[in-house]
């Protein structure tokens, strides 16, 4: 168990207009203002709102995320965007291999391992996102899998500021949450491999996501390998992202 702060990051996926994601802090400011949340908190809007919200987010304490970053540094590859440029945008962290991005859009571990290595080496945090399929779950292949996504996507990672978000797909945007005991079985799983790779490896935050609400969150979070969320759906009304996070 990590004896840091819990963590409890949004991730907006390709929802909320600029205007829309100043409300939502205007009204999140008001929450927080009732009782401030003793947890790390974490938004990750769409790349067009990142240096909008900056400042605000920053006024709250939030971090900001970008939701993906180009392997590249620079160049000619129209409509990606770069580490620079996030950081340039005021976010200090990175999703990583979100689900979405490896099902919708087919990236695979070794693409995954280069957009880590870019995000490392431009000094974006990472929180690189793993799991399993139902159909490799009920295989009884959700283990292996999980593994063999950290194992080739950090190959030649040094480790430094990362996070680890394990999400089975089939929990993601279904309303089906895994059972608190499996998410801290595959954590434990998880924290044994980082513990085995890096120096202090067991002590890389781990999130669980996939469904989390206000009614299931405090028993995810009493999870005592779980170190903090990342919420999808619930994290789009400042109410529910509040009660999330205090929960
Ligand atoms: C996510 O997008 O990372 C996620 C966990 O989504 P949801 O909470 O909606 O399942």
Not at 126 to 153: D, H, M, N, W, Y
């Amino acid at each position: 168990m990590n004896e840091s702060p819990q963590i409890v990051a949004g991730n907006w996926k390709m929802n909320l207009t600029l205007s829309q994601g100043r409300e939502f802090l205007r009204r999140f400011k008001e929450f927080m203002g009732q009782s401030r949340p003793p947890r790390q908190l974490l938004l990750a809007p769409n790349f067009t709102l990142l240096a909008g919200l900056a400042e605000a987010c920053g006024e709250l304490g939030i971090g900001l995320v970008a939701q993906n970053c180009a392997p590249q540094e620079s160049g000619a590859y129209t409509g990606e965007t770069s580490v620079a440029m996030i950081r340039d945008a005021g976010a200090g962290w990175v999703i990583v291999g979100h689900s979405e991005r490896r099902h919708l859009f087919n990236e695979d571990d070794e693409l995954l391992r280069l957009k880590l290595q870019a995000a490392a080496a431009g000094g974006l945090r990472p929180i690189f996102c793993v799991g399993e399929t139902l159909e490799q779950r009920q295989s009884g292949k959700a283990a292996a899998v999980v593994l063999g996504q950290l194992e080739t996507g950090l190959e030649g990672f040094a480790g430094a500021g990362l996070m680890i978000a394990y999400e089975p797909v089939w929990a993601i945007g279904t309303g089906q949450t895994a059972v608190p005991e499996d998410a801290r079985q595959m954590h434990l799983e998880i924290r044994r491999f980082l513990a085995r790779r890096f120096a202090g490896g067991g002590l890389i935050p781990i999130l669980y996501g996939g469904s989390a609400k206000p009614q299931n969150a405090a028993a995810l979070l009493a999870q005592p390998e779980v170190d903090g969320l990342l919420v999808g759906g619930a994290s789009l009304d400042p109410e529910s992202f509040w009660r999330i996070a205090r929960a």
